[in-house]
């Protein structure tokens, strides 16, 4: 069990077309905000490229889907954040690492993938571990609103504001957060499945710290993601063979590890509704990922996909590995980790990281407020002081 947890934990660090028709549109939402940017933070989950500005960019077939290209997002084509903000109308965002022809007009992206909440002692070199965990990730956005907002009065003309966010709009802007699922990969790595539970609440404290400054640099409106079931990811399932009774769950995921993502949820959720009564004007919405990520994982085959384990890019089995896009061998034989024929059809993309396909599913589910509490859709998310239509 060991080298398993092992293994899947020294890739959990961390764009296609979709199928939209896999779901009816949702219906127009009540009441519309009108949400001028997204500031988000987080891990591989939603990083577009602040991982790959800072170290070594993923190379094909990465993004073959939409973008055609690498784009430092960990899938073939879209996020889920990037699917969140086409829902609300605004550009995809650029990484805050990421200098090169950046717009931060409609916000900015903080996420690096491996990000954890809390600092960890390990190495982007070693187990894939960001140096940009979640403090330091909201020192970043205190330093990009402070300077930008400086920029901004100081520039003589729009052309000098062209890629700056105007200073009102991050009172108006949604805030996400989609982050956890590294901090409790690195307790399986160094204390174990059951050992891990303790370290929970000081995580969730950490979490809500940074909420709290995010807070006190005038943040009101979050969208907070908690963490997927980690016991999932294919990329485990493919190192298990026989394994003992209980092991694994009904849907074939590994249960212990299921058991702890489901405690650091509870936990999280129960510090959200605390941080609502403690932050006054604040409105803090908690989108339950894990029930719609393993929603789409037990239902795989009646949403039009195929078996959850299968993994479109990169090779895998109990002795030997061939991450997505590199060379190696299987079996004596030299092979190219390229993607599967049909990538819309799979679900996960290279073992931990989601399709693009599998990314739209999971984002119509969540932002209609199917899996949020409370159960708002996303363009009803807005800051109390702003008003709806």
């Not at 702890?260 to 509704?273: D, G, M, P, S």
């Not at 239902?299 to 030997?320: L, M, P, R, V």
């Amino acid at each position: 069990m060991a080298s398993i947890v092992v293994f899947f934990l020294s890739l959990a660090a961390g764009v296609a077309t979709g199928q939209p028709s896999l779901l009816p549109p949702s219906p127009p939402p009540s009441r519309a905000c009108d949400i001028p940017a997204i500031y988000n933070f987080g891990d591989s989950n939603s990083d577009t490229g602040g991982i790959a500005a800072a170290f070594y960019p993923p190379g094909p077939p990465s993004g073959e889907t939409f973008f055609k290209r690498p784009v430092g997002r960990a899938s073939d084509g879209r996020l889920i954040i990037d699917f969140v903000a086409e829902k609300l109308g605004l550009s995809y965002l650029s990484a805050y690492l990421d200098s090169i022809k950046a717009d931060y007009t409609h916000g900015a992206n903080f996420a690096t993938g491996g990000a954890t909440i809390r600092r960890v002692n390990e190495s982007w070199f070693v187990n894939d571990v960001s140096p940009f965990s979640l403090d330091i990730q909201v020192e970043q956005f205190n330093q990009f609103k402070d300077r930008t907002i400086y920029l901004y009065n100081k520039a003589e003309n729009e052309s000098q504001r062209s890629n700056l966010p105007r200073p009102e709009d991050f009172a108006k802007a949604i805030y996400t957060i989609d982050i956890g699922q590294n901090d409790i990969a690195y307790c399986f790595r160094t204390l174990g499945v059951e050992a891990s539970r303790a370290a929970i609440p000081d995580i969730v404290n950490q979490f809500a710290t940074s909420i709290q400054q995010l807070y006190g640099k005038g943040a009101r409106a979050f969208w907070i993601h908690n963490t997927g079931p980690i016991g999932c990811l294919p990329v485990t399932y493919a190192k298990i063979h026989d394994p003992p009774r209980g092991y694994l769950d009904k849907t074939g995921c590994v249960a212990g590890q299921n058991v702890v993502a489901t405690e650091f949820n509870k936990q999280l959720k129960a510090k959200v509704i605390q941080l609502r009564s403690d932050l006054a004007g604040a409105v803090l919405t908690y989108v339950d990922m894990y029930s719609a990520k393993y929603q789409l994982i037990a239902n795989a085959k009646d949403q039009g996909f195929n078996k959850w384990s299968t993994i479109c890019c990169g090779y895998h089995d109990s002795d030997e590995d061939v991450y997505c896009g590199n060379q190696g061998k299987i079996n004596g034989t030299e092979v190219f980790a390229g993607s599967c024929k049909d990538p819309t059809k799979v679900i996960s993309w290279d073992g931990v990281h989601y399709t693009e396909a599998a990314n739209n599913w999971i984002a119509i589910h969540i932002t209609d407020g199917s899996f949020s509490d409370p159960p708002f859709s996303i363009l009803e998310t807005c800051p109390n002081h702003i008003s709806v239509s």
